[in-house]
């Protein structure tokens, strides 16, 4: 068993486990079912913003502690300061320190959309993510079939939220369907751990024409994201190379001032 099937087989006894303690009915009296989301899709194509999807991540199962001292407030409202065009939100707890409270916090203190990054294996945790104020859902084309993607991307939109699908390889171009608002390519190969941008770019060409991409994981450059934007990437998954500074929304802003000054000087040849 790798990682991710060890990551999966546990949610799926969390999600049983939260069913029983929170029932369905008790999610949706929340105060967010009746809050329309912000679109993720919109800002990221958003030509006034960095394009830049800064994430809180505390750890993860191959790098181990990242940050412990995490402030989500200060770091998430630095971030949407900072200029990012939305936010990602690590929510599990086992493998990444995360929480649902951590995301609460995050829509408490930002009006921007804010992406629940989590492994989605079951209808609930849509119901779930929407409780606690997301505006999008990530799934794994990794742990879902086709049609699971469909069905539960359908269900995503039916509360309106965006769904991010994100995929490692060729072969699971097949997941792509109509109800996907964004691809993220993630750059990381979940059974080796390597991490290289050209698979985003390998990939790009050949990802379906009018969806909207993003690249994830092993950015560490504001010439990482020129060069993926020749390839027609809009959105980049940002989280360790911000999370690994003691003040990681300071990270941010000197990536996003750094960035800005290239795409200047590159218009300013053109």
């Given amino acids: 068993m790798n990682i991710l099937e060890e990551i999966v087989e546990h949610k799926r006894i969390e999600v049983q486990r939260k069913r029983e303690l929170f029932p369905v009915k008790l999610l949706e009296q929340s105060l967010f079912f009746n809050t329309q989301p912000v679109s993720l899709k919109k ?5 006034d913003k960095s394009g830049v999807i800064a994430e809180i991540k505390r750890r993860s199962p191959s790098k181990g502690v990242i940050n412990p001292e995490v402030s989500v407030e200060r770091i998430s409202i630095g971030y949407m300061q900072a200029g990012a065009s939305a936010l990602s939100v690590l929510t599990d707890t086992n493998y990444f320190g995360g929480k649902n409270e951590d995301l609460l916090v995050a829509r408490k203190f930002n009006f921007c959309p804010i992406l629940r990054k989590d492994f989605t294996v079951d209808e609930y945790q849509i119901i779930e993510a929407k409780s606690i104020g997301a505006d999008a859902i990530l799934l794994i084309a990794a742990v879902l079939t086709p049609q699971e993607v469909l069905q539960m991307a359908k269900f995503a939109h039916s509360l309106e939220l965006e769904v991010l699908l ?11 369907n109509d109800h996907i608002d964004l691809v993220g390519v993630n750059n990381r190969d979940l059974t080796t751990f390597d991490v290289n941008i050209n698979t985003s770019i390998k990939l790009s060409g050949i990802i379906p024409s009018g969806v909207v991409k993003v690249s994830e994981s092993g950015i560490h450059s504001p010439e990482d994201v020129i060069e993926l934007k020749k390839h027609g990437f809009n959105g980049f998954l940002i989280g360790e190379r911000f999370m690994r500074n003691s003040r990681p929304e300071k990270s941010c802003a000197r990536f996003i001032e750094q960035l800005s000054e290239i795409e200047k000087v590159n218009y300013a040849k053109a």
């Avoid at 800002?43 to 030509?47: K, M, S």
């Avoid at 490692?168 to 097949?174: F, I, K, T």
């Fill in 166 to 176: 994100e995929i490692h390889n060729e072969d699971e171009l097949g997941h792509i």
């Fill in 43 to 47: 800002y990221v194509l958003r030509e």
